[in-house]
């Protein structure tokens, strides 16, 4: 059986998680205690579920500490593969979030500020985010988070390494959930050529400027032996996930086109020990 937990802040984007993946065919449960996880699988099991998708947060209390040790039973029994999924999103993000929406924060009460409960929820879940696929949800629009989620659903219906290349720009914050973070905003900007300005990296336009640029293809050059060089480290160290992300000033030109240019290396040249994928964070806000 496959089976999903959702997990991360509040706020990040759960509920939407969650209702992709029951639209997607699993069977979904929202706030379940982390305790009660192994008695659900063998009732789900039992029932002849074959894929299943749980969200667990601070509203299920200090069982979720319990969580690392409950995945690892579970994925030695053998017969359920069990994949995690951090959403995370920046602190004022989240504030603004809850402001707009006026709803209340599991953990704020009258003696704990909204900036107080976020920070204790990060520090209590942050354990849970090496453990899975993190996706910064910040600057991502419902729609773009519903792709991504998509994306990983269909990605984990196998199992093994996933490689992802994610392009963003700088002016928009670092990514939450990069792993390794490239900056490429020293490379020639077609911004400032106004036929190319309202293109993106993803325009045979832009490509062929940038791919006709030598600092860009030495930069290329070098991302790919660096990565090729050390990927098998990271698969040395039992990680599910790599996430590589690329950036210049506003994710639009140079990081796309780089970013794909990467994905498209190591999707022929390593397809036997990682999956590619590719997102684009500011094409996709």
């Not at 069982?63 to 951090?86: M, N, Q, W």
């Not at 190319?196 to 940038?210: C, E, I, K, N």
Request: charged share 20%; with cysteine; hydrophobic share 45%.
């Amino acid at each position: 059986m496959q089976l999903l937990l959702i997990t991360g802040l509040s706020g990040s984007g759960k509920s939407v998680a969650l209702h992709v993946l029951e639209d997607a065919g699993y069977y979904c449960v929202d706030n379940l205690p982390a305790t009660l996880l192994p008695q659900l699988v063998m009732q789900l099991k039992a029932e002849g579920h074959d894929r299943a998708a749980v969200a667990m947060d601070m509203r299920g209390g200090a069982s979720l500490a319990a969580l690392p040790k409950l995945l690892r039973d579970i994925e030695a029994e053998g017969s359920v593969t069990p994949r995690l999924i951090f959403l995370d999103a920046s602190d004022q993000v989240l504030i603004q979030r809850y402001s707009e929406t006026r709803r209340r924060h599991p953990l704020a009460d009258e003696d704990t500020t909204l900036a107080e409960a976020i920070a204790c929820e990060r520090q209590a879940v942050e354990v849970l985010a090496g453990l899975g696929h993190r996706i910064d949800t910040s600057y991502l629009r419902p729609n773009a988070l519903r792709t991504f989620i998509k994306e990983f659903a269909a990605i984990e219906s196998g199992s093994g390494f996933t490689l992802l290349f994610e392009s963003f720009g700088f002016k928009h914050g670092l990514p939450l959930d990069a792993d390794i973070v490239f900056d490429v905003r020293c490379l020639p900007n077609p911004h400032y050529d106004p036929q190319l300005r309202p293109l993106t990296g993803h325009d045979p336009m832009v490509a062929a400027f940038l791919h006709g640029q030598p600092e860009v293809m030495k930069m290329a050059e070098d991302m790919r032996r660096f990565i090729a060089d050390w990927l098998p480290a990271y698969l040395r160290d039992n990680r599910a996930y790599l996430t590589v992300a690329i950036g210049c000033t506003g994710g639009q030109h140079r990081s796309v086109f780089l970013a794909e240019w990467l994905a498209k290396h190591f999707t022929a040249n390593f397809a036997n020990s990682a999956r590619v994928l590719v997102r684009h964070r500011a094409l996709a806000q």
